[in-house]
């Protein structure tokens, strides 16, 4: 008997279009994510294509992300961006004529940068599309999350809420895939048994929760985290294997921390001249992160030794090797008890790999076509298909669970945060009041109340509490909170008293009118 093993990717970046902005640093975000994270995973899943590989990723693309991929504005400024990275690399390969090592690096940036570039205009600026194409070659399974990536547990008083994050991303994922998606990824595996019900209507088959939030169903499931099971409203759940996990995100044992790998943290946008780098910044005022990093992580070591790309191709050969033979263990020792197929889940965020753990992308490259040697034991595929061919065996109830911090919801509900969600739920009462009684005699309405379930629906994302309650970019989450708010109320005061002010409304669609379609009925509570 074979066992299963479940790679998730999940792909999400807040809504940080500023087309008021030339250049700003929350952008520079999605353009990070574009060069480290979403193209070199391309490259990998076009390798596997091309050499017939019989695996299969599920990558999830939240709706603000893919909306963000397919903007012209966005797609024109990040061509700009990386143009201006490979700009910087060459100006460095001159810099470095007497720094060996700095110089081969640069040499190493510059062909690198400039053959992302290429694939980027190869495939016309359209990563959702090439995701797609590369479904329909059979190495990718698709899925989506709600709209805006809200912690939908905390919306379950708001059921109008809940549908319009769950029932509008459907919309958007029918739109650029052609077709309805089998999985739901929940924003931060955060579940509670009121969301199901919406789940299940929206013929959702399957989800992913935390370890713990599997292992204290009831009643207990046998098969721990190696088998889903069903909820009472019939959707399969599937609990995340915390072996694996900790294995690459553990600070103190995690892959990404050997000292053989490149690090993060020292780059040539905080060690240089600020005046050479200033027009390589993510904005054009403050230091930061350019992306051409000459320093490995080196450990306590001090003083920091240089990269060497080979070195750290040396330690993605061994973990791999490691990451293999434990996966292959737990599976051997779940089939002895077992009379299903075991199935490891393993989820992480999609921009580990690249962007925080540079090498990510080449261990699992490497990782998927070394575990093809071992194909009698272990197949690399996805939830979907484990469904297809095994039976869900038991049902169970599930409660609250998360894989943020203590497990539960404290990350986004705590003493920092607690502030922003009275005025959001205000808010999302108003907005299902406005929703039940749509009724709306010209286009002009009909903007405005769409456009106010736009607003609303960017507020209650979860990235504006998390970036509070962990103190980074707090006053740029804080002006989104309260911005968004302050747009809907006046969108929804407009709508109510027929008063209505065109050139307010094209302001607010010129920002964030590209979220579309979307159906503001699905706030109806």
Request: proline fraction near 6%; glycine fraction near 6%; hydrophobic fraction near 40%.
């Amino acid at each position: 008997m074979q066992g299963y093993l479940a790679i998730i990717l999940h792909a999400h970046l807040p809504f940080v279009r500023d087309p008021n902005c030339e250049k700003c640093l929350e952008e520079h975000w999605l353009f990070e994510a574009i060069t480290e994270c979403y193209l070199p995973l391309v490259q990998v899943l076009r390798g596997w294509a091309r050499d017939g590989l019989d695996a299969r990723v599920t990558l999830s693309v939240s709706p603000t992300l893919g909306i963000m991929l397919r903007d012209s504005l966005l797609s024109a400024r990040f061509e700009r961006y990386l143009t201006g990275l490979i700009e910087l690399a060459k100006s460095e390969i001159c810099r470095t004529q007497l720094e060996p090592e700095c110089r081969q690096l640069a040499w190493f940036y510059k062909n690198r940068l400039e053959s992302l570039l290429g694939l980027y205009l190869e495939i016309g600026r359209d990563l959702i599309r090439e995701f797609r194409r590369l479904r329909d070659q059979g190495v990718l399974e698709i899925i989506t999350t709600a709209v805006t990536h809200a912690v939908l547990p905390l919306w379950v008083q708001h059921r109008g809420s809940l549908r319009a994050q769950v029932m509008g991303a459907l919309d958007f994922y029918r739109e650029w895939f052609g077709a309805l998606p089998s999985g739901f990824w929940l924003p931060e595996c955060a579940f509670a048994p009121e969301i199901e019900p919406i789940l299940a209507s929206a013929n959702i088959k399957w989800t992913v929760v935390d370890t713990h939030g599997l292992l204290h169903a009831r009643p207990r499931p046998p098969h721990g985290v190696f088998a889903p099971v069903s909820t009472p409203a019939g959707v399969a759940v599937f609990g995340r294997d915390s072996d694996s996990a900790r294995q690459v995100w553990s600070r103190q044992c995690g892959y990404p921390g050997d000292p053989r790998y490149r690090d993060f943290y020292r780059d040539i946008g905080y060690d240089l001249d600020f005046e050479y780098v200033r027009p390589y910044l993510p904005a054009p005022t403050v230091r930061g992160y350019t992306g051409i990093k000459y320093y490995a992580v080196t450990g306590k070591v001090s003083p920091k030794r240089f990269y060497v790309p080979d070195a750290a191709l040396q330690a993605v050969d061994e973990h791999v090797s490691d990451f293999l033979r434990a996966r292959l263990q737990q599976l051997s020792a779940a089939r002895h008890y077992m009379k299903c197929a075991p199935i490891l889940v393993m989820p992480f965020d999609a921009e580990l790999f690249g962007h925080w753990w540079f090498e990510g992308p080449i261990f699992l490259d490497h990782f998927v076509r070394k575990a093809m040697q071992y194909r009698d034991s272990l197949l690399i595929s996805t939830p979907t298909a484990y469904l297809e061919r095994t039976d869900v065996p038991c049902t169970m109830t599930l409660g609250l669970s998360s894989w943020g911090k203590g497990g539960y919801l404290e990350t986004w509900l705590n003493e920092r945060t607690s502030w922003i969600y009275p005025p959001l739920y205000a808010a999302a009462r108003k907005m299902g009041r406005l929703a039940a009684a749509y009724k709306v005699t010209n286009e002009l309405g009909a903007r405005i109340i769409t456009q106010a379930a736009r607003e609303l629906l960017i507020a209650q994302s979860s990235d504006w509490a998390f970036m509070i309650s962990t103190d980074t970019n707090q006053a740029y989450a804080i002006r989104k909170i309260v911005g968004h708010l302050r747009n809907h109320s006046a969108l929804c005061a407009q709508f109510e008293s027929k008063s209505q002010d065109p050139a307010l409304l094209e302001q607010l669609e010129r920002e964030s009118g590209i979220i579309n379609p979307f159906n503001p009925q699905y706030f109806v509570n």
